[in-house]
């Protein structure tokens, strides 16, 4: 038996569409994109609580009230199964929260909008659960083993959210004159931020290259954001809503829409931390684990007195 | 690694239905054996995924190593012989 290239190994599988597993030898900047990408994905579902958590209180129904607790329970989760399998890489859930917490780890920028009206719920539902479903429908692929597992659990979940969200917006749409302006106003706001979900335009993207050639994304931003207004338009129309493009039209050459790029100078600004609300998700997320300490505190507590030492095998 | 504030981390095998093998579906972290079990209905079994489940802590997971697969497997890659297929049943005899 010869010297095992690890490197050659590694490759080999890639290019069999073989998955990599945690003991699997890897390459380092494989593991670091990894590392980055998935804990930056795992804020994104805890720091997206918060924009939905906050119409909670003021579901107009005990309906919306149960259905919207379920679906920011199941982004809770989502966020729990990509902590994991971001640790299985040698990261610790104690250095992702305090990444996220000091502000140094990056989350979606989307969540830094803020929700202000009842139709902004069925909005966020159906237009950015709908970006963050078609971006993880890809991941499901995903070179890395734990990863591409905990996303066939998330997209498994995430179709409520995209269901209910647009029965929300169905409603308004079909409402009252009143409800169907707060509908297109939803909409009017959501749709440039949620195109920016797919990330800076290909030429843009620093990371992409990367990421294609280890197989961790299969498809492009631009890729997917075709897909996805492709997707949206009929709807839209459906709902008797427009989205806030002029130059949207279909081109029967692509069979595809064309459309306005978002503005991409606010997307770094808000990245950069100057959105809306990114000191109050921050801030949101700094109380609440502040606060939840002493609960760490006594249960760790609690499984000491018990003499239950489950780290010794 | 593991131990952080988060309490350390637990494997979770989850039984679809009675009668079946327990499946691995994921992990996470709890302080103790009854918060793992706990918080694995709630963070595995929302939607009726399991009606068992098992909690391991990851710790006591002993693992084979990628590095030595093929040597470690390597004993049953010649015995061609422990498969049904190897052998010659005369046609006749009916299905065996």
């Given at each position: 038996?010869?010297?095992?290239?690890f490197?050659e190994?590694?490759?080999?599988?890639?290019?069999?569409?073989?998955?990599?597993?945690?003991?699997?030898?890897?390459?380092?900047?494989?593991?670091?994109h990894?590392?980055?990408?998935?804990?930056q994905h795992a804020?994104?579902?805890?720091v997206?609580m918060?924009?939905?958590?906050?119409?909670?209180?003021?579901a107009?129904?005990l309906?919306?009230k149960?259905?919207?607790l379920?679906?920011?329970?199941?982004?809770?989760?989502?966020?729990?199964?990509?902590y994991?399998?971001?640790?299985s890489?040698?990261?610790?859930?104690?250095?992702?929260?305090?990444?996220?917490?000091?502000?140094?780890?990056?989350?979606?920028?989307i969540?830094n909008?803020?929700t202000l009206?009842?139709?902004?719920?069925?909005a966020?539902?159906?237009?950015?659960?709908?970006?963050?479903?078609?971006?993880?429908?890809m991941?499901q692929?995903?070179?890395?083993?734990?990863?591409?597992?905990?996303?066939?659990?998330?997209?498994?979940?995430?179709s409520?959210?995209?269901?209910?969200?647009?029965?929300?917006?169905?409603?308004?749409?079909?409402?009252?004159?009143?409800?169907?302006?707060?509908?297109?106003?939803a909409l009017?706001?959501?749709?440039?931020?949620?195109?920016?979900?797919?990330?800076?335009?290909?030429?843009?993207?620093?990371n992409?290259e990367?990421?294609?050639?280890w197989?961790?994304?299969?498809?492009?931003?631009?890729?997917?954001?075709?897909?996805?207004?492709?997707?949206?338009?009929?709807?839209?129309?459906?709902?008797?809503?427009?989205v806030?493009?002029?130059?949207?039209k279909?081109?029967e050459?692509?069979?595809?829409?064309d459309?306005?790029?978002?503005?991409?100078?606010?997307?770094?600004?808000?990245?950069k931390?100057?959105?809306?609300?990114?000191?109050?998700?921050?801030?949101?997320r700094?109380k609440s684990?502040?606060?939840?300490?002493?609960?760490?505190?006594?249960a760790m507590a609690?499984?000491?007195?018990?003499?239950?030492?489950?780290?010794?095998? | 690694?593991?131990?952080?504030s988060?309490?350390?981390?637990?494997?979770?095998?989850?039984?679809?239905k009675?009668g079946?093998?327990?499946?691995?579906?994921g992990?996470l972290?709890?302080y103790?054996k009854?918060?793992?079990?706990?918080?694995?209905?709630?963070?595995y079994?929302?939607?009726?995924e399991?009606?068992?489940?098992w909690?391991?802590?990851?710790?006591?997971?002993?693992?084979?190593s990628?590095e030595?697969?093929?040597s470690?497997f390597e004993?049953?890659?010649?015995k061609?012989?422990?498969?049904?297929t190897?052998y010659?049943?005369?046609?006749?005899?009916?299905?065996?």
């Open positions: 038996m010869g010297v095992i290239n490197e190994l590694f490759e080999a599988k890639l290019a069999k569409n073989e998955m990599i597993e945690p003991k699997d030898w890897m390459p380092d900047n494989y593991r670091k990894l590392i980055r990408q998935i804990s804020h994104s579902e805890i997206g918060l924009p939905e958590g906050n119409w909670i209180t003021r107009p129904s309906r919306s149960l259905v919207l379920a679906k920011v329970q199941d982004e809770g989760g989502h966020g729990l199964y990509l994991t399998a971001a640790e890489l040698g990261t610790s859930r104690d250095e992702m929260l305090d990444a996220l917490h000091t502000g140094k780890a990056k989350y979606s920028s969540f909008y803020p009206t009842w139709a902004d719920v069925g966020v539902g159906w237009l950015v659960d709908g970006a963050a479903i078609m971006n993880q429908v991941l692929r995903t070179s890395y083993g734990p990863y591409a597992r905990a996303m066939v659990r998330i997209c498994k979940e995430e409520f959210h995209q269901r209910q969200g647009y029965e929300l917006m169905t409603h308004l749409a079909f409402g009252t004159p009143a409800q169907k302006e707060m509908a297109q106003d009017n706001r959501w749709w440039y931020p949620t195109l920016m979900m797919f990330g800076p335009p290909d030429v843009e993207s620093p992409s990367n990421a294609i050639k197989r961790i994304k299969r498809e492009t931003n631009d890729q997917l954001r075709q897909r996805f207004v492709n997707q949206s338009m009929p709807q839209i129309d459906y709902l008797g809503l427009t806030p493009d002029p130059n949207l279909w081109n050459e692509k069979q595809g829409f459309f306005s790029e978002p503005n991409w100078a606010e997307f770094k600004n808000v990245i931390g100057n959105g809306p609300c990114n000191k109050e998700r921050l801030a949101s700094n684990h502040n606060e939840g300490a002493w609960v760490r505190e006594a609690f499984a000491k007195k018990q003499n239950e030492n489950y780290q010794a095998a | 690694m593991n131990n952080d988060q309490g350390p981390l637990w494997e979770v095998f989850l039984q679809k009675a079946q093998p327990f499946v691995h579906c992990n972290h709890a103790d009854e918060m793992a079990l706990q918080n694995a209905r709630d963070l079994t929302r939607r009726n399991g009606m068992s489940i909690v391991v802590p990851s710790s006591a997971i002993v693992a084979s990628p030595d697969m093929g470690f004993p049953a890659n010649d061609i012989y422990r498969h049904p190897f010659q049943i005369p046609d006749g005899v009916g299905h065996m």
